[in-house]
């Protein structure tokens, strides 16, 4: 259904610091997690993933880190730009769950102070 | 070269409308996605088609009819148009069911006067 409570998290950074944004998830046999970023008036845009078979991996500027017994997933942005000013948004869902059924979490807007 | 396209970007209608929404993705991918997008953001499948067969269909209104011609396409069919109708729809697709990336199309912005 629709999503219900007060408005979306705001994370507002300075250009050149670290962000971290967080996200719990809510199946505890959620296997692949996935970051999106989405900038205004455009669709998600694939960051990057993580199995459950990992607890770190690296991207590009960007670490995603899972710690599965507490159902917790952050995205890490190393020397924030501008440009990653965006709303970011967590998934989860199950590798072999036929559909590719994923469930997104709430969003957090990051803002990028220049 | 626009991997997963989307027509209209934008789309006003009256309630009551019967309306579509187009989408065609070029990844030769067999799996498309419906996603529906409220005011608050909050993003939730609506369908997905494997090879053209319905495998999700997550309680949608049965006014919302998806349609796959072929593999690269997944139209969407919205019949009595209500107000609780109106957001952004995003259409995705990617190479199968089974933990693979999803790539979503710049959306449709309904709106439902």
């Known amino acids: 259904g629709e999503s219900v409570g007060l408005h979306l998290p705001t994370l507002s950074v300075q250009e050149g610091d670290n962000s971290i944004i967080n996200c719990a998830y809510s199946?505890?046999?959620?296997?692949?997690f996935i970051w999106y970023k989405q900038e205004s008036g455009k669709g998600p845009q694939f960051i990057i993933d993580?199995?459950?078979?990992?607890d770190k991996r690296q991207g590009q500027r960007v670490t995603v880190l899972l710690n599965k017994t507490v159902k917790h997933l952050s995205l890490q942005i190393a020397a924030t730009q501008p440009g990653d000013s965006a709303v970011y948004f967590c998934?989860?869902?199950?590798?072999?769950?036929?559909?590719?059924?994923?469930?997104f979490g709430q969003g957090t807007e990051l803002s990028v102070k220049p | 070269d626009t991997a997963v396209s989307q027509t209209p970007k934008y789309l006003v209608t009256q309630m009551g409308n019967d309306k579509s929404i187009k989408c065609e993705q070029n990844?030769?991918?067999?799996?498309m996605y419906w996603y529906k997008q409220d005011s608050k953001k909050f993003l939730k499948i609506m369908f997905s088609?494997?090879?053209?067969?319905?495998?999700i269909n997550e309680t949608v209104p049965n006014r919302f009819s998806p349609k796959s011609p072929d593999k690269a396409h997944l139209n969407l069919h919205i019949n009595s148009l209500e107000l609780g109708d109106s957001a952004v729809y995003f259409c995705?697709?990617?190479?199968?069911?089974?933990?693979?990336?999803?790539?979503f199309g710049p959306g449709t912005r309904l709106t439902v006067l």
């Open positions: 995705a697709s990617s190479h199968s069911g089974t933990g693979d990336t999803q790539y």
């Open positions: 199946n505890s046999a959620s296997d692949y």
């Open positions: 993580i199995r459950s078979n990992m």
């Open positions: 998934a989860e869902g199950l590798i072999y769950n036929q559909g590719g059924k994923l469930i």
């Open positions: 990844l030769g991918h067999d799996t």
């Open positions: 088609y494997n090879n053209k067969e319905l495998i």
